[in-house]
């Protein structure tokens, strides 16, 4: 039986089986608008259809440029239909990335959602031969362009229904054509080095991963979902298409980018995936709301929070508390943790993942302790997500859980993680060199982390990236990450980059949150005229020094990081950005293009200079350049004398 | 006087239609001081009309006439082929004619969707009584008047301030809302007294867009008031000067930046 080996076939299987249970819910015009799977299948074929009449090959690749809408989520799969390839790409890329991927790709159509879009599509066009047709959906502002390569979606959709009797058998052909080996999707790493790479995931990867990955947390078709991660990323592919499709859920899309919250908290999602800094910035809101409520609020949210980081998790995981407490705990529930649930829109949630990055370990417990089973996996594209994951009950901040079901872990002498799973890429797109260099004859793939497997309870621990950690000129063991989500802890600090491979200590650039370090300013009542002079103030310096001294008396008790501490630092002027080329898109810091980027701060800083000037180039949103000059402060910081040990085990 | 008495095509290749409305030689003035004095002007169906001039040259004031608050004391206004009669502001709102003002005139402690609700009253049919009761005609109304203001509220992009009191919105989205509030009067003829003043570059840009995709996607006629001469060279099909009450040029942007007695008027003249 083909049905159960690509996602058109479980589309068919789903409009038969619950054809009347909601597969897709977006809201437009302030209501809540919903697909049902038969209605969603009817638009697929439709839609599969007027890509055929308009001249889609099987194997040919299809761009996809816009946020989560219900529109590109079918398109995918009538992409899929009609044999071809769907590559989603970030929306947010400027016009010389996107230019990137589609040709790299070959792309010879490309479905985008509004003028923006086809403004940067328009403006890569010429560089493109193979990019014949640009599809749109909404189309303001689109009336003056030249059409004769822009259809709107909804127009392919009528030529599809209307050429329905004619190539009906054609789209039942290929849809039979699809087993387990096509291609179900190609996704383009954001990469942290380098031009991007198209990771080539077949059906098998996809749909045997979402079967295992739902099993493990036992979801049904009950779930509900609320895509806003961005499509081009694997994980909103496996929840979104992948797990929605094979258990038969829904999947909701925000009204805009900007009404995420509130959507979050009308949908009241069962399943729900966040990045750390997603979990950070609303305990942050919430801090900051708790600050400006009246004194008995205040009290009672400060006394009740003190419970529940004391017995919350225990009670969670359901360990033994004692009855006063369980009885205050139920207290708290109705009076605190609920309405703050209910307010973060995790009022249903049985199921939340983070992943990413390291989440920071009060946060974690804050979320865990309001009664959230939150949990922390560990995944990349080329798994198709899943390599590690925290079961149920066995949930700390530290870990990153252990191999998800059907994959296997081995831990190479470097130190280095090696995965071998149902999952593993097929290949990087006209890329064998690199594919060779990551995945062995065996299908082991190296995930370029460094990490242990701690023997008391089986679980993965990650250290840093393989290649970034280091030593420092004195031999003493040098992990960047490790110390910097120190740093990022405290919620005065956005983003933090530690340099020190090869030299004789660390220093480190520390961007402030303007969220948090604002508000404090605000309440004390210093007046700032930008990001920079913000940054600037001495008082905030102060402040930024006493973080990182916490962290160097806390990386003093660390035997095998001691020699991380950071002697030096100074406050960026700019937030790193992805637009400049400092971030990628999933926000991970570009290490040695920040290095070259900012070359002068990172000399200043071991040169013992106290100050540094400097001018640096930014870029806007629409892709024009400016520049910034500054003269910041570089400071010294405490360190805690240890006598540093060196390593051996991490290469 | 200016030539294009009757369709023409813009730089930009839309196709402009007859005369919508027209101004003929209107003199306004209170007491002894006078604000305007014999102006004569027209603006096409479908037209981006600019009206610019240094302080106190009286643009305001030609606005208010054209919405029916002041009513000038000499000349007449010609509507959509016939001459109309000295008028309410509401009246004159009944037509077809919404506004938006220089100093937002928006209540505050009503939320966006509520402040933009009251842009539909012109279009509300049901007594008082069927409102109060919310049977019958009202609830259609309502949901009629929402499905509108929805649509609105999606093109302005301002979804995610719905419910938000407007006296909480920064500067650049209350003139947002403003916006939205004359355009689901559904109106033929946009008046938009400085839709700019205060912006930063970003959100004139965003304004700007705004501006162009209302003319583009309903077809609204536009006759602004902006400063920002920028703006006004980039956005509009057709531009009047004025200079104390006094029309000093009228054409398209590139004929007025030649015309002598405006930059005169902008740049000083010795006397």
Redesign the interface.
């Known amino acids: 039986m083909a049905e159960l080996t690509s996602i058109p076939g479980l589309l068919e299987r789903n409009a038969r089986k619950c054809g009347a249970r909601p597969a897709y819910r977006e809201k ?4 809540w608008q919903s697909w049902t799977w038969a209605e969603a299948a009817a638009e697929v074929e439709a839609l599969a259809l007027g890509l055929i009449e308009i001249g889609l090959n099987p194997g040919d690749h299809v761009a996809i440029v816009g946020r989560n809408r219900p529109q590109f989520y079918m398109s995918m799969v009538a992409i899929q239909s009609a044999g071809a390839v769907p590559v989603p790409v970030y929306q947010d890329s400027v016009a010389e990335e996107i230019a990137y991927v589609l040709d790299h790709c070959g792309a010879c159509m490309a479905i985008v959602e509004d003028q923006e879009q086809v403004d940067k599509v328009i403006e890569i066009k010429e560089r493109l031969p193979g990019l014949k047709d640009i599809l749109y959906v909404d189309p ?2 689109l ?2 362009y030249d059409h004769s390569h822009m259809t709107p979606l909804a127009e392919v959709q009528a030529l599809g229904r209307a050429a329905k009797g004619r190539l009906e058998d054609e789209l039942k052909r290929r849809r039979e054509a699809l087993d387990y080996d096509s291609t179900c999707v190609m996704l383009y790493t954001s990469g942290t080095t380098g031009r991007p790479k198209g990771v080539v995931l077949s059906n098998r990867n996809i749909i045997e991963t979402s079967k295992a990955s739902a099993e493990f947390d036992k979801l049904t078709e009950q779930e509900s979902i609320l895509a806003y991660l961005p499509m081009a990323w694997v994980g909103d592919f496996i929840f979104s298409v992948g797990q929605a499709y094979w258990c038969g859920f829904c999947t909701n899309c925000p ?2 980018t ?2 995420m919250y ?1 959507n979050l908290h009308e949908i009241g999602p069962t399943y729900f995936f966040a990045p750390p800094r997603y979990f950070e910035e609303r305990i942050t809101i919430l801090t900051i709301r708790m600050e400006d409520a009246g004194a008995f609020k205040r009290g009672m949210y400060k006394r009740f929070m003190e419970l529940a980081s004391r017995v919350g998790p225990r009670i969670l995981d359901g360990e033994p508390v004692g009855f006063m407490d369980r009885l205050k705990y139920a207290i708290g529930n109705v009076l605190v943790y609920r309405p703050v649930r209910n307010r973060a829109g995790m009022s249903n949630v049985r199921v939340a993942y983070t992943a990413g990055e390291a989440i920071g370990p009060e946060i974690f417990d804050f979320w865990r302790s309001l009664g959230i089973n939150l949990k922390q996996l560990y995944g990349q594209t080329e798994a198709s997500v899943f390599i590690t994951q925290q079961p149920d009950n066995e949930v700390r901040a530290d870990t990153v859980g252990v191999p998800s079901p059907g994959v296997e872990l081995k831990i190479a002498e470097s130190g280095e993680v090696f995965y071998r799973s149902p999952g593993v890429f097929v290949e990087y797109y006209k890329n064998a060199e690199s594919t060779a260099d990551t995945k062995d004859a065996e299908g082991w793939v190296a995930t370029g982390d460094a990490g242990f497997i701690e023997e008391s309870s089986g679980h993965l621990r990650i250290i840093d990236r393989a290649k970034d950690v280091g030593k420092l000129a004195n031999g003493a063991l040098f992990a960047p990450k490790y110390v910097e989500n120190k740093l990022k802890f405290f919620p005065n600090v956005l983003e933090a980059v530690v340099h020190g491979a090869d030299r004789d200590f660390c220093t480190a650039f520390i961007n402030i949150d303007l969220t948090a370090v604002g508000n404090w300013a605000e309440r004390n009542n210093i007046a700032y005229g930008s990001y920079q002079e913000l940054a600037g103030h001495p008082e905030v310096l102060e402040t930024i020094q006493g973080h990182v001294e916490e962290v160097n008396r806390s990386l003093a008790t660390d035997e095998m990081l001691s020699g991380c501490q950071i002697h030096r630092f100074l406050v960026l002027h700019k937030e790193l950005d992805a637009d400049d080329g400092e971030l990628t898109r999933t926000r991970k810091v570009r290490r040695k293009i920040i290095g070259e980027k900012f070359h002068d701060l990172v000399t200043a800083l071991y040169d013992g200079s106290s100050s540094v000037s400097t001018e640096t180039e930014v870029t806007y949103e629409d892709g024009r350049k400016g520049s910034i000059k500054a003269t910041l402060e570089i400071r010294d910081a405490k360190t805690v004398p240890v006598e540093a040990k060196t390593l051996e085990a991490a290469e | 006087m200016n030539a294009m008495a009757g369709n023409y095509t813009t730089a ?3 196709q402009i239609g007859g005369v919508m409305m027209e101004m003929k030689n209107i003199t306004l003035k209170f007491g002894g001081v006078t604000a305007i004095s014999d102006i004569s002007f027209d603006v096409h169906e479908g037209e981006i009309r600019a009206i610019i001039g240094p302080n106190g040259a009286g643009k305001s004031s030609m606005l208010n006439v054209i919405s029916g608050f002041y009513h000038p004391q000499e000349g007449e206004v010609w509507f959509r082929g016939s001459k109309r009669p000295a008028m309410k502001p509401y009246e004159v709102a009944r037509q077809g004619v919404a506004r938006t003002f220089q100093n937002i005139a928006l209540f505050d402690g009503m939320s966006t969707l509520d402040n933009i609700m009251t842009g539909r009253l012109t279009h509300m049919k049901a007594s008082m009584l069927s409102q109060a009761l919310w049977w019958g005609k009202a609830e259609r109304e309502e949901v009629e008047n ?2 509108v203001v ?2 609105i ?3 302005l ?1 301002i ?2 301030i ?1 419910k938000t009191p407007v006296g909480r919105l920064p500067y650049g989205l209350k003139k947002r809302v403003e916006l939205a509030r004359a355009l689901v009067a559904e109106p033929k003829l946009l008046l938009l007294d400085e839709p700019m003043a205060g912006m930063n570059v970003e959100e004139k840009e965003d304004m700007s ?1 705004f501006i ?2 209302v003319n ?2 309903f077809g609204t006629t536009i006759c602004l008031i902006e400063h920002d001469m920028g703006v006004v060279m980039d956005l509009s099909d057709r531009v009047v000067v004025m200079d104390y009450g006094r029309k000093i040029g009228d054409g398209t942007p590139d004929e007025v930046r030649g015309n002598q007695d405006v930059i005169d008027a902008y740049l000083g003249v010795e006397h």
């Open positions: 437009e015009f302030g209501i303001r502002g009336r003056k009204e805009s900007t009404t509130e | 930009d290749g839309r929402r499905a929805e649509k509220i999606d093109f992009e979804q995610h719905r867009r162009l995709d583009d996607e």
